[in-house]
């Protein structure tokens, strides 16, 4: 049996062995061997074995490891990645990122050929009145002649499309017998439910397969290593190999359980 990693940068993990002042957006091991060259000397350390939650986890349960996961990915990705996955003899994990990333079919440029070729792009949903970073769209639809109909409630949204993407997964797994294991790679406010709606979804959620659902932010993956200093640095708040190594050990007492 092997175990299979889903998620978005918190599973596809990176190299860096300790806390680096100043390093930025180090979420993955450059594939550039002048690039990864020129960070091992400038920093000296040794980035040629990169690590994750996963691939400790797997280690640790005696299993083959495998992962499909992307950086920025969404949770919609992952759902869909899931889907066309082959899953015979295979233990699931799945680390849930943020809700307000989204995915868009796009092509590359305009075509006059029909098949044009398409990718899914990642994108972030924010509200009317937000400040846009790249990848940023806002979500303003319901202006009628000047006069505003509606708000978007944005994070109510995100938080109930969140859980059924939950359901909708851990019923899948169900019908085909495959066992599986998830958490909060990134916080949703599941906590905190902000519509009776969100509520009543997440108490069909199976907690028994899922590491401390309605957690706070310090059950996330990302506030547990802020939260114990197992950061790359003070510019990038993902896990360091450390990091990685010690949410595996967080999860590992449920993951024999599931197993």
Not at 91 to 106: K, M, P
Not at 204 to 219: A, E, I, M
Request: aromatic content about 12%; glycine content about 6%; charged content about 25%.
């Amino acid at each position: 049996m092997k175990l299979t990693h889903f998620g978005c940068s918190f599973a596809v993990g990176n190299a860096i062995p300790r806390y680096i002042p100043g390093l930025k957006s180090s979420a993955f091991v450059p594939r550039r061997k002048k690039e990864r060259m020129a960070l091992e000397q400038k920093y000296n350390i040794d980035l040629s074995r990169p690590t994750n939650c996963g691939r400790v986890l797997a280690l640790r349960l005696n299993l083959a490891y495998k992962m499909i996961a992307e950086n920025g990915a969404s949770n919609e990705r992952i759902v869909r990645t899931v889907l066309h996955a082959n899953l015979k003899d295979t233990f699931v994990l799945i680390g849930f990122t943020s809700h307000n990333r989204r995915e868009g079919l796009t092509t590359a440029r305009e075509n006059k050929y029909a098949n044009r070729a398409t990718r899914w792009q990642t994108w972030k949903m924010v509200g009317p009145k937000d400040d846009t970073l790249y990848k940023d769209v806002r979500f303003d639809p319901w202006v009628n002649k000047g006069e505003r109909e509606f708000w978007p409630a944005i994070e109510e949204e995100g938080q109930i499309r969140t859980v059924i993407q939950i359901l909708y997964l851990q019923n899948y797994f169900k019908a085909n017998n495959i066992p599986f294991f998830m958490y909060n790679a990134l916080y949703n406010g599941f906590d905190n439910p902000l519509t009776i709606e969100c509520e009543q979804l997440l108490a069909k959620v199976d907690t028994t397969k899922y590491f401390k659902l309605q957690g706070n932010f310090s059950d996330t993956q990302h506030g547990f290593c802020l939260k114990n200093k197992l950061t790359v640095s003070d510019l990038d708040d993902h896990p360091r190999m450390e990091g990685h190594t010690a949410w595996a050990g967080e999860l590992l007492p449920m993951a024999k359980k599931i197993l």
